[in-house]
């Protein structure tokens, strides 16, 4: 019998995207919260596991991405790390963490990559947080950007509805896109935007463009793990596939679990010391 162990899968990194690109290969990419999850989601191959701040909602209960802190997005993406061999793990920035003081910025990025031991982190904005943009790429940690809508700002713009449908919002995107570009950043989420805009984006940057609602012609999409396994069901955006109905099958397992108890049924002879 040969000896021969099988090699570990190649890890993703932020030049590997860039190949996936050029060789017109799609990049997948789902939120991850916690170890288990991120082990799953890892051995069956995903590419970027993106430590949402929507672990806000989806984790904490609230309605916004704003109350999420440094710390916990910090604890979330320690335990993701944790289970990840192969996957690149990006780590928003949370709300009020890089604004308005570039300095703060660099420390609050230092301390997400020192440590949780994340691959990379994400900005949300375009030219109002250049200088913080710029000043952790000088540091040497990669940023993926992110524009469209950007939750963070959701009490600015008043609403979730598709963003840059007007020209000059769509100008204003188009700009921001190249001028992240431009500072260095390795990779670029638009967020619900007309399709043709998200199309022309990806033609016209060099980085790779993620889309959540961007349409099919960007370089790779990403969804939030929740909502796409269906257990998250009060969120129905048209850019959402769900996969599962995870809530139903949750549910119906629980609820025989509970009939098991009540009746004696668990446990039996075979489940017991
Ligand atoms: O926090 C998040 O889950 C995100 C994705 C929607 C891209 O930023």
């Known amino acids: 019998m040969s000896s021969a162990k099988m090699s570990p899968a190649p890890k993703v990194t932020t030049h590997v995207l860039q190949e996936m690109k050029l060789k017109q290969e799609k990049i997948a990419m789902l939120t991850a919260y916690d170890f288990s999850m991120a082990r799953i989601l890892d051995a069956a191959g995903i590419d970027v596991l993106l430590v949402g701040d929507s672990a806000s909602n989806v984790m904490a209960g609230n309605t916004t991405t704003l109350p999420i802190t440094l710390d916990q997005m910090i604890y979330h993406a320690t335990s993701v790390k944790r289970a990840v061999e192969r996957a690149l793990v990006v780590v928003d920035m949370p709300f009020g963490t890089y604004q308005g003081n570039s300095k703060e910025a660099l420390n ?5 990559m020192k440590e949780s031991g994340a691959n990379a982190i994400k900005m949300e904005g375009g030219v109002e947080i250049i200088e913080s943009v710029e000043r952790i790429l000088s ?25 840059a449908t007007k020209d000059e919002e769509a100008n204003k995107l188009i700009e921001n896109a190249h001028r992240l570009e431009d500072a260095g950043c390795f990779a670029l989420v638009l967020e619900k935007i007309p ?15 993620i889309g959540i609602g961007a349409g099919p012609d960007v370089d790779g999409q990403v969804l939030v793990l929740h909502d ?21 099958e949750i549910t119906g397992s629980v609820q025989t679990y509970i009939q098991d108890v009540k009746s004696l049924d668990f446990p039996n002879d075979r489940e017991q010391y």
């Open 195 to 209: 399709a043709h805009l998200g199309k022309r984006i990806a033609g016209e940057l060099s980085i790779p463009v």
């Open 108 to 112: 609050s990025a230092i301390r997400i």
């Open 228 to 248: 796409m396994l269906g257990i998250t069901q009060d969120f129905s955006p048209r850019f959402l596939r769900r996969y599962h109905n995870l809530k139903e």
């Open 139 to 163: 540091a040497g940690i990669p940023i993926m950007g992110h524009l469209g809508l950007t939750p963070q700002s959701i009490h600015k713009f008043g609403t979730y509805v598709v963003r």
